[in-house]
């Protein structure tokens, strides 16, 4: 498993890190919000502006960055705007969308952006150039809410973005059956086996895909999401609690655990 740092924090080793997404629509919220995820048992907080009133508003968005950075003190900041194309709150102009990642960068508040892979495959931006030159990292993702590929083009698709210079590469995708699981399960292996340098992150979303968000120590994803216990930022996100334990029980150095009765039991 490739490992990364951002901040105090070693992404690729030990058990995947456990993200949880800020959802707020003004300044009051945002701030309550960050205050009360700060003290979660979470490793990054990941502010997803697209749910954010003032998105337009370049100045009032370095003002909340602030009122973020100034909750959660040194943990990890992940800033994404979500598209309505994959699933985002609001719609904004796609050279509004590269701008706003950019200014973002600059500010120096956050410590990754999470820039979709199509919106920058159809662009000429340099925004990847500019975030690595000031030392934030680059999440390229991908959403199907549809299905799940084949497992040749999900692992191309992450292999396409670090070929164009993700840090981390992650993909969301909605399997409808068992089957579905096994092929995303099956991708996660082939690329943490056949190219360890790479940090990616390949979820199933909904029900179905619960398992997927638990087994990243023993197939290599680096990172896994959950619920705040108000908001969920995509179907199937567990608590944390239940996260943890899910974790705890997939992990391959666990002790004791041994799925379904309780060691000297």
């Known amino acids: 498993m490739s490992k990364l740092k951002v901040r105090n924090l070693t992404l690729g080793t030990g058990q995947p890190k456990v993200c949880v ?3 707020a629509s003004n300044f009051e919220e945002l701030f309550a919000e960050a205050m009360r ?6 490793d990054l907080i990941e502010w997803r502006a697209d749910y954010f009133m003032y998105v337009n508003d370049i100045s009032f968005m370095r003002k909340a960055a602030y009122f973020i950075r ?5 943990k990890p900041l992940i800033f994404t705007f979500r598209t309505l194309d994959e699933g985002g709150g609001q719609y904004i102009e796609p050279d509004y969308y590269f701008e706003l990642n950019r200014y973002m960068v600059h500010t120096g508040l956050v410590d990754i952006i999470d820039i979709e892979f199509a919106k920058l495959v159809d662009s000429e931006t340099d925004l990847i150039r500019f975030a690595k030159q000031n030392n934030v990292k680059v999440l390229l993702s991908n959403h199907d809410f549809v299905e799940t590929p084949t497992e040749a083009l999900m692992t191309e698709m992450i292999y396409d973005m670090r070929y164009l210079g993700a840090d981390i590469c992650k993909l969301a995708v909605t399997p409808n059956d ?3 699981v096994l092929t995303i399960l099956q991708s996660s ?3 943490q086996r056949e190219k360890e340098n790479i940090p990616f992150v390949l979820i ?4 179905v895909g619960k398992l997927t968000r638990m087994t990243g120590e023993l197939f290599g994803s680096v990172m896994t999401f959950a ?3 108000k908001y969920k930022s995509a179907s199937g996100q567990m608590t944390i609690r239940q996260l943890r334990k899910g974790l705890d029980v997939m992990s391959s150095k666990s002790e004791g655990v041994d799925f379904g009765k309780e ?3």
């Open 189 to 191: 292996d082939n690329i």
């Open 21 to 23: 997404s800020l959802i």
């Open 204 to 207: 199933g979303m909904g029900e």
């Open 263 to 265: 060691k000297n039991a």
């Open 178 to 180: 068992m089957q579905d």
């Open 37 to 42: 995820i700060s003290q979660m048992d979470c």
């Open 70 to 74: 100034y909750a959660i003190e040194d």
């Open 227 to 229: 619920s705040s216990g």
